[in-house]
């Protein structure tokens, strides 16, 4: 089987894009698992965190579906919907767009660059539920917002929300990120338990100044990233809801692969989050793929010329968190 791809990323949590409306694919549900495990493996010839699937809606102007690289189906990928917004309006000649996504249709739009010549997106990021049925994270509360969990940690607290994806975030020091607490615990919530049965993304936040946070994330069913963005979006609004940042604010958001912002608007108890960052194309290949052998060949690739550009981006916020003692 011959499929088009492009490789991108959106802070570094790089993504294989396959458009299934302008190419006649037809993939079965276990035919896109298997050809998002096989193609992310970081040993092969592509490797990526995950894959985004653009198909045709019958409403909004076009579908995202997000694949994990070890082939689970996420509900939502706000690094990745930069990709898919960006893809979508130049296709379509737009400067914003409706992207239905599994559990909400969601607003995109083109933005002013972010860093000169950096091409940036802006998605929304909703619903939010704080319910912790909503993730799931079985205890025997409705909500948990900057608490313990005995059974993860007996110093760190945590707060659980789901962006739809679910996501657990501990605001942290210097010193908890240095340390190894992140994987411990991540590994325990990612592999069989009955705390969290679906898995999570864990991610530990340091506030580096008011408007300026930093996040570093391990994600459900890819490990550690450079970025995750609902994880950002996520833990934005936590910042806010902790008096450390404000709503209706830009919040900068520091990670490994470089920098994007969010805003976090309230209404009537309600909460969505705009997250504004770039959404960047590395190249475009064809993969000839034998799902029954397991093996695909890159017959033929080119690259894009703005990753360069976007590393001046990423260098600029490496040297900031530097200076912040990270
Ligand atoms: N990298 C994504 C989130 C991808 C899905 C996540 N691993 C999950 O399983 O929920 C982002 O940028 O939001």
Redesign the pocket.
């Known amino acids: 089987m011959l499929i088009d791809l492009i490789k991108g990323h959106?802070s570094g949590?790089d993504f294989l894009v396959i458009d299934e409306i302008a190419n006649a694919y037809s993939f079965s549900e276990s035919e896109r698992a298997e050809i998002a495990r096989l193609l992310c493996n970081r040993s092969s010839d592509l490797g990526a965190?995950?894959i985004l699937f653009i198909m045709k809606s019958d409403h909004a102007e076009g579908r995202m579906r997000?694949f994990?690289a070890d082939g689970?189906e996420?509900?939502?990928?706000?690094?990745?919907l930069r990709l898919v917004a960006r893809y979508v309006c130049e296709m379509l000649g737009f400067q914003e767009a409706i992207i239905e996504t599994m559990k909400a249709d969601l607003k995109v739009s083109k933005q002013e660059d972010i860093f000169v010549n950096v091409t940036t997106y802006q998605v929304e990021i909703s619903p939010v539920s704080f319910h912790l049925a909503d993730l799931p994270l079985n205890l025997n509360e409705d909500n948990l917002l900057n608490e313990k969990i005995p059974e993860l940690s007996d110093e760190l607290t945590f707060s659980a929300l789901a962006v739809p994806?679910?996501h657990l975030i501990s605001i942290v020091e210097t010193e908890q990120l240095k340390s190894d607490i992140q994987k411990q615990i991540s590994e325990k919530v990612n592999n069989p338990n009955e705390l969290l049965p679906d898995?999570v993304?864990v991610s530990f936040v340091k506030s580096l100044e008011k408007g300026s946070i930093y996040v570093n994330t391990f994600?459900?069913?890819?490990g550690f990233?450079n970025?995750?963005?609902?994880?950002m979006s996520a833990s934005s609004l936590v910042t806010c809801l902790q008096g450390l940042n404000e709503v209706e604010e830009i919040i900068n958001v520091y990670n490994n692969g470089g920098k994007v912002q969010c805003v976090v608007h309230e209404s009537e108890e309600n909460y969505s989050i705009d997250l504004i960052g770039n959404a960047t194309y590395l190249y475009k290949a064809e993969v000839d793929i034998d799902l029954g052998s397991e093996k695909f060949v890159v017959s033929s690739k080119e690259d894009f010329t703005e990753q360069s550009t976007y590393e001046k981006l990423q260098a600029e916020a490496q040297a900031y968190l530097r200076g912040a003692g990270l």
Do not use: L
């Open positions: 959106g949590n965190d995950g997000v994990n689970s996420a509900s939502m990928c706000g690094n990745g994806n679910p898995g993304n994600e459900r069913g890819v990233t970025a995750c963005g609902t994880a």
